[in-house]
């Protein structure tokens, strides 16, 4: 069952992520769906994470369908690397640079808000 749960979660990550990337496409090489998806998978899992650990009344199979599974596949730090390359091997130093910072930076702050989010909402949700 747990195998199915990330085999499952997996495949709509994919397909999910593969859409967005058709979806949202920049003129100037700048891989800008792939930092969008990877930041939401960031916030998505943060959130997702610290909810349930705080509520802590979630199965695994949940978590390795939608933690593992799905937001697993739907970011990418192998797409996000192989971008980077290209990115300088084309002579886009500024917009790999940038594509690094922005990763790396915009990623922590986003699953850190994430988790903010969940604290807060946990603490609504709690009765007292």
Same mark, same amino acid.
């Given at each position: ?32 769906? /792939? ?14 994470? /610290? ?16 933690? !593992? ?14 971008? !980077? ?41 709690? !009765?007292?």
């Amino acid at each position: 069952m747990k195998l199915f749960s990330v085999m499952l979660g997996g495949f709509f990550g994919a397909i999910t992520r593969y859409s967005i990337g058709e979806w949202i496409q920049t003129d100037n090489g700048f891989p800008l769906g /792939t930092l969008l998806v990877n930041l939401l998978g960031c916030f998505v899992l943060g959130w997702f994470l /610290t909810f349930f650990t705080i509520r802590n009344n979630i199965r695994p199979e949940i978590t390795l369908l939608i933690g !593992t599974g799905f937001i697993g596949s739907f970011t990418t730090f192998s797409t996000f690397s192989v971008e !980077t390359i290209l990115l300088f091997q084309n002579g886009l130093a500024f917009y790999g640079t940038l594509y690094v910072l922005m990763s790396i930076l915009l990623g922590l702050i986003f699953a850190y808000l994430g988790l903010k989010f969940a604290l807060i909402n946990g603490e609504k949700g709690e !009765t007292h």
